[in-house]
Each structure stands twice: as C-alpha cells, then as structure tokens.
C-alpha cells in the first residue's frame, strides 16, 4: 500500500477506568495495567495496528499526567508515535479527535480511531474489517464498527444498520443509534437483528471528520483549531493551548457527530471484542480453573466456585464462597457479589464523601 494510503492509527488514553478500583487508579489507570496477559490494553492497542503494510505511525491522545508511562510503555513494544497529544483538560472524544485530525499532515489521511482500553483477540478479523472499510472513509463515509452481540447487554450503546452499500462487500448505511437500552428493548433489538454494540471504534478521513465537525458544532472546531495553533511542541509530544481546548463543548463523537452526520456507515466484525468494563467482563475473557475461579496472586480457594479473586500481596483464602469478586492492592480490599461490579462507582462515591 503506497504510504500515503495508509490508516493512522489513533489511540484515546485518556481515560480513568475508575470501575476497575482498587486496581485501576487515577496515577495509572485501566489502560496500562496488564490486566489479561504480560502486556497491557494500551500495548495490545498499539500492537494490533502494527501492520506495516496497512498502517502508519500513531497518534496518542492523553492526559499530560501520563505521558512518561504512556511513551515507556510504547518503547516496550517497539511503536514510535507520529504524535503524542497531551490534553490539558479532559472534554470527552469529539474534542479529542478533533486534535488528531488536525494534527494529520495530510488532510486527507483515513484515520483509525481506537478507545486504548479495549480488549481484541481476534485481530486478523479486525484488520480485515479495516481493509474492507477504507475504500468508504476514502469516499468520505464516516465508519463505524459494530461488534457481532452475544447477549442482550444494557451496557452498551447500539447501532441499527440500515440498507448495503454499493461496492461495499460487508458494510450498511447507518440507520440509527441507540442509547444504551433497558433490557426488554436489548431483547427485542437481538430478536429483530440487524443491530450491534458500538465499540466507539471509527475510520474516516481527517477532514471527513473535521468538516463534519464544522457542519454540527463549529464552537467545538474552533476550539480545537486555536488550540493546536497556539500549542506548545517538543519532539513528538504537543501539549494544545489549555485555556483554547478548555472552551471546546464536552461531547462525545457519537453525540456531536456520527448522529447527525448522514454518510454514516456501520461494519459488521466479531473480532472477540470486550470493553473490559468492569470486574464482570474481566471475569469473562480471563481463563478460569476446574471450579471456574479466576484466580490471580497469592490465593488459595477451598470449595469455592465461580469467583474472581486478586491479590498483589496479602494471601486471600476462601472456604465455601461462591461468585465473589474479590480484589485486594496494596492497603484496600473490595468485596462485591459477581454481577454487581457496575456497583464498584457508588462505593468510590461513598469513600469520597467520607473524605
């Protein structure tokens, strides 16, 4: 593929992955904990987009606070950024991916933007989702991807395809998106098909992006532009003008842009995905023993099934429990029935009130 064919990839590490407390904390969240493996989510990120022959170098987007982690762990695995964009302030991924498109050099560079906290075990399925989608985001379609559902889930959003595209082998024109649904609406949405779990996972152009941003929240554009004008650079990293960024509306790319836009389309792929969520979904892409514990650390499990169980240091033993989550680091340790980790906020809410 000549060079300036190829997708750049652009990672959103931004993020505090505060359901996963106490192991995610705001000092090193979600993203870089090796959670599934010697690697951590934000390495397997960069891995996945590693292809020399279907992308190019990324672009970071991420908190100032962790930059030093955030380029230690790319030296790790080899991935050289074309740009590291901290953000001064956090105003949610529209914003974000605005700093990105601007940053392109060639306007017309299809870009691949990727939440850098997510788990793929499929990766060839992935890539070949991209490959079959490029041919769109060159003819200036915005491309989502939606994930194969396996379940009605109430966590996640929803898009509903809509009509095949022509010349397209695999993908649909958009027909809606769906906030994340009650349960008897997840149901029905399965029933019917045609509807999949968006993974907030996009290919389009830099200024298929940009223009769109322009038609549906030019404030938010403005924003970002004066900010990368007014930038401070040093080597790779960009640190955008903080009080320009900081007037951008806080929007996600789904409110401010994929629900408005109308060459929207949406690329069916089941590549093994998990948003890696909470305690729950780790649970589920983790490997369990013979009484279907996940167990990690120093853990004995006695007559005890069905549990997920962590510890970096004291020894945790059960006799008799079944389907806990229980995690323990450093001096905090939580305990929660399974299927009640979306609960792990409102314990953060009390032991912030407390303090």
């Not at 994929?258 to 780790?282: F, I, Q, Y």
């Amino acid at each position: 593929m000549p060079e300036n064919d190829l997708v750049t990839p652009v990672i959103l590490s931004g993020g505090s992955g505060t359901r996963l407390w106490p192991v995610s904390t705001a000092d090193r969240p979600k993203q870089f904990l090796n959670l599934v493996g010697p690697l951590s989510l934000f390495q397997l990120t960069l891995q996945r987009c590693q292809q020399d022959n279907l992308f190019g170098s990324p672009i970071i987007v991420g908190g100032a606070g962790h930059a030093q982690l955030a380029e230690d762990q790319m030296d790790e695995v080899g991935s050289g950024p074309m740009a590291h964009i901290l953000e001064p302030c956090a105003r949610n991924t529209a914003p974000a991916i605005a700093l990105a498109a601007l940053a392109c050099e060639n306007p017309q560079t299809p870009i691949l933007v990727m939440p850098s906290d997510h788990l793929i075990k499929d990766v060839n399925a992935f890539q070949n989702a991209v490959r079959q989608s490029l041919p769109l985001a060159k003819a200036r379609w915005l491309v989502t991807f939606g994930i194969q559902p396996t379940g009605p889930e109430t966590g996640y959003g929803y898009i509903q395809q809509g009509e095949a595209l022509v010349g397209s082998v695999s993908s649909f024109a958009t027909r809606k998106f769906v906030e994340k649904p009650n349960r008897e609406y997840a149901e029905q949405m399965l029933s019917d098909g045609g509807y999949f779990w968006n993974a907030g996972i996009f290919l389009f152009r830099a200024d298929s992006y940009l223009a769109a941003l322009e038609e549906h929240n030019p404030e938010m554009l403005r924003a970002a532009t004066k900010a990368m004008e007014n930038a401070d650079r040093t080597g790779t990293r960009i640190l955008p003008d903080e009080q320009s960024f900081a007037d951008a509306p806080s929007d996600s790319i789904d409110y401010a842009v994929m629900e408005k836009a109308e060459k929207v389309a949406v690329t069916p792929v089941n590549p093994g995905w998990s948003d890696v969520g909470s305690w729950d979904s780790l649970f589920e892409v983790l490997t369990a023993d013979e009484q279907n514990n996940v167990l990690a650390g120093d853990v004995l499990a006695v007559n005890s099934h069905d549990n997920l169980i962590q510890t970096d240091g004291i020894r945790v033993a059960t006799y008799g429990v079944d389907n806990l989550i229980i995690v323990s680091r450093d001096d905090q340790i939580m305990i929660l029935p399974r299927g009640q980790s979306q609960n792990v906020k409102k314990i953060l809410m009390e032991m912030n009130r407390d303090d």
